[in-house]
């Protein structure tokens, strides 16, 4: 049995975001593929939670119209709503799953995962400021998260960025790890859609590092092949 690969990067983000606040992320190694069950599991179970909320939404709301004489009431699996296309049939699965079709249901998700994100990459720019110099241009912000946050989340740095120094930032990660891993038996636009869910939590996290600074944005993700993706930043606001 070949011994997993030990990586302080994932370390210090899972120290991060511990209750503690003991800087003792020096001293932990964390194998290298735990934050991406992590995350695997967090979209699973989100979209797996999320839906059941709109199902249990949806019941209640049939349960309050009034019945007519001799109607019967839906008790059943079988009478609930179906599940989106695409789903599987069993909720305890893990690992990588296709994107339910419902576009209401992810926005929701999305709304979740992306927030978490925020929370995180608000706690990753408090922890892992830089401690020899005060960033205040929005473009050395955004070079801290290509190289410092991106090298604490994924042991690499971004590939490529491009501005039109009009508030408009692109990060590209030609090899994104969380991407890596995924595999199926249909390419192109289905493979993209099905990763979507996944570069939501580091949309959360871009835009939750600038705004700890005093800068407001809106971040958007992509992807047209797997591994590669890209992050939009427009900047809406400066403190």
């Not at 912000?141 to 501005?163: A, G, P, S, Y």
């Amino acid at each position: 049995m070949s011994n997993p690969q030990t990586v302080t990067a994932t370390a210090n983000l899972l120290a991060a975001l511990s209750l503690d606040g003991k800087d003792s992320a020096g001293d932990r190694q964390v194998n290298g593929s735990a934050l991406e069950l992590l995350i695997s599991e967090l979209v699973n179970t989100l979209t797996l939670t999320t839906q059941e909320t709109k199902w249990g939404s949806e019941t209640a709301a049939q349960s309050d119209e009034p019945k007519e004489e001799g109607a019967v009431e839906a008790r059943t699996l079988a009478d609930a709503p179906k599940r989106s296309t695409g789903a599987r049939s069993s909720p305890m699965v893990s690992g990588w799953q296709e994107v339910p079709d419902n576009s209401e249901l992810m926005e929701q998700v999305y709304v979740k995962l992306e927030l978490i994100g925020f929370r995180i990459g608000r706690r990753l720019a408090e922890r892992f400021a830089p401690p020899n110099r005060r960033l205040t241009d929005t473009l050395d912000i955004v070079k801290f998260v290509c190289k410092d946050i991106w090298m604490l989340m994924f042991n690499r740095q971004i590939d490529n960025l491009k501005t039109n120094h009009r508030g408009i930032y692109v990060l590209q990660d030609n090899k994104f790890k969380w991407f890596l891993r995924m595999s199926g038996n249909n390419g192109g636009a289905a493979a993209a859609r099905r990763a979507q869910p996944y570069i939501w939590l580091p949309c959360g996290i871009i835009r939750g590092v600038l705004d700890s600074y005093g800068v407001g944005t809106v971040v958007i993700a992509e992807t047209l092949g797997l591994p590669q993706c890209t992050f939009q930043i427009k900047v809406v606001s400066d403190a």
